[in-house]
């Protein structure tokens, strides 16, 4: 599986971005979609996810503002990123799972990261 996430770029504080991450390959059994993002000095941080025949999750930071979807050919995943604050300047990167032969236990890729920034 590879993945490629792109829709970074510098807004100013209140504006939307929509981050895209395309999957290619083996993508069929891919049933969990995430995003996690990296600020300046920090360590990585769970932002969404979305996983079949559930109701998506947020992190407490952006749940109201940020949406995550996928398109019915499940290969693409977004995520709409609506009233931008300036601690939500980071690198932000997707990254799928699918199930393996253990229960519980899932295979999981992780595409390049895009940035975004937001200034006031």
């Known amino acids: 599986v590879q993945l490629q996430a792109s829709g970074g770029g510098l807004v100013q504080v209140g504006e939307s971005l929509r981050l895209v991450c395309a999957a290619s390959?083996?993508?069929?059994?891919?049933?969990?979609m995430v995003w996690a993002r990296q600020a300046p000095g920090k360590s990585r941080e769970f932002v969404a996810q979305?996983?079949?025949?559930?109701?998506?999750i947020y992190a407490n930071s952006v749940k109201g503002r940020f949406t995550i979807s996928r398109d019915n050919a499940r290969k693409l995943t977004f995520l709409q990123m609506n009233s931008l604050k300036l601690e939500d300047t980071a690198v932000y990167y997707c990254?799928?799972?699918?199930?393996?032969?253990?229960?519980?236990?899932?295979?999981?890729?992780w595409g390049q990261g895009t940035l975004v920034t937001v200034s006031s």
């Open positions: 390959g083996s993508i069929e059994d891919i049933h969990v």
């Open positions: 979305i996983t079949d025949g559930k109701a998506p």
């Open positions: 990254q799928a799972q699918s199930p393996t032969a253990v229960a519980g236990v899932n295979n999981y890729w």
